[in-house]
């Protein structure tokens, strides 16, 4: 039994849990040092295949918390944003150590390229696998100014450069709206960083624990990973531990404000003085408002149709709980298909499939929208979904300050055209828009062309963790080798979308942002216009009919890859 849980109807002492589970740590962390890189990778390949063995029961788990039918279609978003990511990820990470183990660097043979004067790293496609089941995307990570390929070379494998060298145990604090979050962390403390783990689960993901038990069974047994369940209490003495080096989380800035300063009535006196309460290195991922720039163009009814079917994925992907969902759409004023394409996100946004509303809170927020929006359009088979129009930069916006975490979209008219427009959106998004994890742009090829540097010039100053361009930026979330993180500089007491990266599984050191790029079409639209990419309707699409079928041969296909294995999902996927 090494999962640890806190039995508050029998009074278990959650000190004593605690406690426990550092002691193994800090026994595993011994045993951890002394590991070669191989070893280390074989374990992660271990993880892998048990990933594969057990996710039907990971997918049964993690529906069962989000309240999906036996037969929903949507039950594809679990499969690829659980047992699928994860399993790439591992397969990436484990590679990596390969590579270091053998004296090469991960990204000896990577691509690299530049753009606004920094170097570039691309991150997809890395196989040709990469290449046919994600045709046409594309994803780079951006280097900071001055990291030339030779310096990320030699940088690239962080603490696995000399892995005998330990960070002591770090606590990860799991999230509780996307299950590959809490174990793709505990795979970046332990291997970026070289830190043993104590993964605190979400209570809400705690159905998850007998799953995650089996999976990571080869590192909970070596004593490099405990994982703890309970309340905010368990928690609060856990990071605050003397034994704990280090603490990661995933949620909101509330949260986070509240392990660092505390919410006592000196909450306000420390963060003034800054003095935190919290006096360790604390990492997060915290979400924000995401924008989904609109950049006008000549567009075809289908066009129109697909693009708002994208959008209305961006925010109603998981129910809207995802710290990444597009909450606000920036769209041209004067653009002259502007009512046609509003009209089609009303209707995408309207018609999506209905879902239950299971992560807490989520009636009070969008409660909370509605009072500050009374005029607000309401969506959806029982209104529960809010369409918020007539938003302006030159009044004090919640939509644009709160992140409501729920099925909240808004839409903001921006004036100008051209290259005009592209600088009024981007300091709109940059100035206006409370985080900095994502930002979307949504764009024709023939815009793309003709404002050439302007676009570019665009995407250098979008000051986000990852900007997808005819894509969503959690396509950035599933490409293991990407960085996944808010955009750098963000201080404890404005912490806005967090600091630091994970995923990362190239490991590389001086990074700045992701910048993923899609097809404007679907296939066989996009050959037939010259887009040489054939993905279908994405399996990620809220209206993707076949998306739990093509995310389970997905994941099957992520734990053990074989070239057999392609029909079977090239044919699900084009049922979508």
């Not at 007998?210 to 047994?221: F, G, K, S, W």
């Not at 925010?315 to 002259?336: I, M």
Request: aromatic share 6%; with cysteine; hydrophobic share 45%.
């Amino acid at each position: 039994m090494y999962a640890v849980s806190v039995d508050t109807q029998h009074n278990t002492d959650h000190r004593t849990v605690v406690e426990a589970a550092l002691a193994d740590l800090s026994a595993g962390e011994k045993a951890w040092a002394e590991l070669s890189l191989t070893e280390r990778a074989d374990l992660l390949d271990r993880v892998r295949a048990l990933t594969g063995h057990h996710a039907s029961a990971w997918v049964v788990a993690a529906s069962s918390i989000k309240r999906l039918g036996p037969h929903s279609a949507l039950a594809g978003e679990e499969w690829i944003s659980g047992p699928y990511a994860f399993a790439t990820g591992l397969g990436a990470v484990a590679q990596s150590l390969r590579d270091l183990a053998s004296g090469r660097s991960p990204i000896a043979d990577a691509a690299f390229g530049t753009a606004a004067d920094r170097t570039t790293v691309q991150v997809l496609p890395t196989s040709r696998y990469d290449a046919l089941l994600l045709s046409g995307f594309t994803a780079d990570v951006w280097l900071r100014p001055g990291v030339d390929p030779a310096q990320a070379r030699a940088a690239a494998g962080l603490a696995q450069l000399d892995p005998t060298v330990t960070g002591g145990i770090g606590v990860v604090l799991g999230a509780g709206n996307i299950t590959s979050i809490a174990p793709l962390d505990v795979v970046y403390e332990l291997i970026a960083h070289n830190r043993v783990v104590a993964l605190k689960l979400n209570p809400l993901t705690d159905p998850l624990l007998p799953v995650l038990e089996r999976v990571l069974e080869p590192l909970i047994a070596l004593g490099a990973i405990r994982i703890l369940t309970g309340g905010a209490e368990v928690g609060e003495y856990l990071v605050h531990h003397d034994a704990v080096a280090h603490v990661h989380m995933t949620g909101s800035a509330a949260t986070h404000d509240a392990i660092v300063w505390g919410t006592d009535t000196d909450a306000e006196r420390r963060r003034a003085t800054g003095d935190p309460r919290l006096t360790k290195p604390i990492t997060s991922e915290l979400g924000g408002v995401s924008p989904t720039i609109v950049v006008p163009g000549k567009w075809r009814t289908a066009d129109l149709r697909f693009q708002a079917e994208h959008i209305a994925t961006q925010r109603l992907h998981n129910g809207g709980y995802n710290c990444v969902a597009a909450q606000v759409v920036v769209v041209p004023a004067d653009w002259d298909q502007k009512q046609e394409f509003l009209t089609a996100l009303r209707d995408a946004f309207h018609s999506a499939p209905a879902r239950v509303a299971y992560y807490p809170g989520s009636d009070d927020r969008v409660a909370a929208a509605h009072a500050a929006y009374p005029d607000a359009e309401r969506c959806g088979t029982a209104g529960e979904r809010l369409l918020v129009t007539g938003l302006s930069l030159d009044v004090d916006e919640p939509m644009l300050r709160t992140e409501y975490f729920g099925p909240v979209l808004g839409v903001l008219e921006l004036p100008g055209s051209g290259a005009e427009f592209l600088t009024t959106a981007t300091d709109a998004a940059n100035d206006h828009f409370l985080g900095t994890l994502g930002a979307n742009v949504i764009a024709h090829p023939s815009s793309i062309a003709e404002l050439g540097a302007d676009f570019e010039t665009m995407i250098a100053d979008l000051r986000y963790g990852t900007i997808a361009v005819n894509a969503w930026t959690a396509v950035g979330f599933l490409t293991a080798a990407a960085t996944w993180g808010a955009f750098g500089g963000h201080t404890l007491d404005d912490i806005q979308s967090g600091t630091g990266v994970v995923h990362n599984a190239f490991l590389l050191a001086d990074t700045e942002r992701t910048v993923v790029r899609g097809p404007f079409r679907p296939a066989p639209r996009s050959i037939l216009h010259g887009e040489w990419s054939l993905s279908p309707k994405p399996p990620w699409f809220v209206t993707n009919r076949t998306a739990a079928t093509t995310g389970r041969l997905l994941a099957e296909f992520a734990t053990a890859p074989s070239p057999t294995q392609l029909p079977a999902i090239f044919a699900s996927a084009l049922r979508g």
